[in-house]
């Protein structure tokens, strides 16, 4: 019996094997991380591109930030490479050494000569041509720490004392390193991680609302025992009553989202970045994002952050499904911080939250931010795309 062949069928197996590849990695997700960076990075060169107009950075080129932050990126982008090569196996070995690496940058940045003092504040170690943030880094490494220690301790979690106590303890000595900088801010974030991922490691109710009774009297204290954070609280409640003081930044951007209405007055029409509104392409980017893309670009945002961690909490809840605890709670670890961050910072541009200094994760401008924000993602794909290859070799 003759048999044909038709010469445009034999292609159909490496058509699949490709749809295959393309399938190991959630593109949306991927594709969603991409565009804040862009996004962002589209608006630091808007916000910053009038600085060199100011005595402080009368040096610098109007390009020099967006420079810095597009190197950002691709050494961001190269490390997140390298992190979604790497299996969460070796990551979950290594977060304890990871973390205990945290803990002594934290140390370093606070000896004189080393640590790098900017604006009263002493966050910075100085490498080279490079500053990295230790905070920053910290909040990638109690994420692993965290997930790591729960899954080591699983069946002590209801324990007051030999299940929250160790970790509860470390968490302590990581608030005095941070305030000693200090960095409310990011020690507000690093307990949220901490306490989150407890809750969702099966710490026990009464437990867990307790701890936070504890921590928001600690916060009350910082606040109450500390004139200067007192004011900023007094500043948020009515801005207005000190416009050129305390309430500054804030009422300028709310100026900014009030010039924006629905459309924004075009990409670069700023009037706000013009010296007005302090640190416009750091920690208030979204206020310059509101006067020139308007409401819409602000819920553009908003959107995409959603969506990115709503599908990283996804992830997660199917890798516990597959019985890999870790690494599902990593994910979910990764989803709090940076939903939780990002809520913070576009509560304090909106004045819905008292000023804190804490970027728009993956957009607002800062080396060691980038970094650890693009590393982040990596991991999510990497917790993805061993769920998508565990559920394929079940099938």
């Known amino acids: 019996m003759l048999s044909l062949r038709l010469p445009w069928r034999r292609p159909a197996p490496a058509r699949a094997q490709v749809s295959g590849a393309a399938q190991a990695v959630d593109q949306t997700l991927l594709w969603v991380a991409a565009s804040l960076l862009a996004f962002g990075m589209v608006m630091v060169y808007s916000a910053s591109i009038a600085l060199p107009d100011s005595p402080r950075f009368a040096s610098l080129k109007p390009t020099h930030f967006l420079g810095r932050h597009a190197f950002s990126i691709a050494l961001g982008v190269t490390l997140a490479v390298v992190a979604f090569a790497t299996p969460m196996r070796v990551w979950d070995r290594a977060a304890p050494w990871l973390f205990m690496g945290g803990l002594v940058l934290l140390v370093l940045v606070l000896i004189p000569g080393i640590g790098k003092m900017v604006l009263g504040a002493r966050r910075w170690l100085a490498v080279g041509p490079l500053s990295i943030q230790p905070s920053?880094?910290?909040?990638?490494?109690?994420?692993?720490?965290?997930?790591?220690?729960?899954?080591?301790?699983?069946?002590?979690?209801r324990s007051v004392a030999r299940g929250f106590g160790p970790i509860g303890s470390v968490m302590a000595g990581i608030g005095v390193l941070l305030l000693l900088e200090p960095?409310?801010?990011?020690?507000?974030?690093?307990?949220?991680?901490?306490?989150?991922?407890?809750?969702?490691?099966?710490?026990?109710?009464?437990?867990?609302?307790?701890?936070?009774?504890?921590?928001?009297?600690?916060?009350?204290?910082?606040?109450?025992?500390?004139?200067?954070?007192?004011?900023?609280?007094?500043?948020?409640?009515?801005?207005?009553?000190?416009?050129?003081?305390?309430?500054?930044?804030l009422t300028h951007a709310l100026i900014a989202f009030g010039r924006g209405e629905f459309f924004g007055v075009g990409l670069g029409g700023s009037i706000e970045k013009l010296h007005y509104l302090p640190e416009a392409h750091t920690d208030f980017l979204l206020a310059v994002i509101g006067e020139e893309l308007g409401l819409a670009g602000v819920m553009v945002v908003i959107v995409l952050f959603f969506w990115m961690v709503r599908r990283a909490f996804e992830i997660g809840r199917q890798a516990i499904a597959l019985d890999r605890v870790f690494a599902g709670l990593v994910a979910k670890g990764i989803a709090l911080w940076l939903g939780l961050q990002a809520f913070i910072n576009m509560g304090v541009n909106l004045g819905l939250l008292p000023t804190k200094g804490l970027t728009l994760p993956l957009m607002s401008y800062g080396g060691t931010g980038i970094l650890v924000n693009c590393v982040a993602i990596a991991l999510i794909l990497r917790v993805d795309f061993e769920n998508r290859r565990l559920m394929r070799g079940a099938g």
């Open 136 to 157: 920053e880094l910290m909040k990638l490494f109690v994420v692993l720490y965290a997930a790591n220690y729960i899954v080591r301790r699983q069946d002590r979690m």
């Open 183 to 249: 960095d409310l801010g990011a020690f507000m974030v690093i307990c949220a991680i901490a306490m989150g991922m407890l809750f969702l490691g099966g710490v026990s109710g009464r437990l867990f609302v307790g701890l936070i009774g504890v921590l928001g009297v600690t916060f009350g204290l910082l606040i109450a025992f500390s004139p200067w954070r007192r004011e900023r609280i007094f500043a948020y409640l009515d801005p207005f009553a000190d416009p050129l003081g305390k309430g500054y930044q």
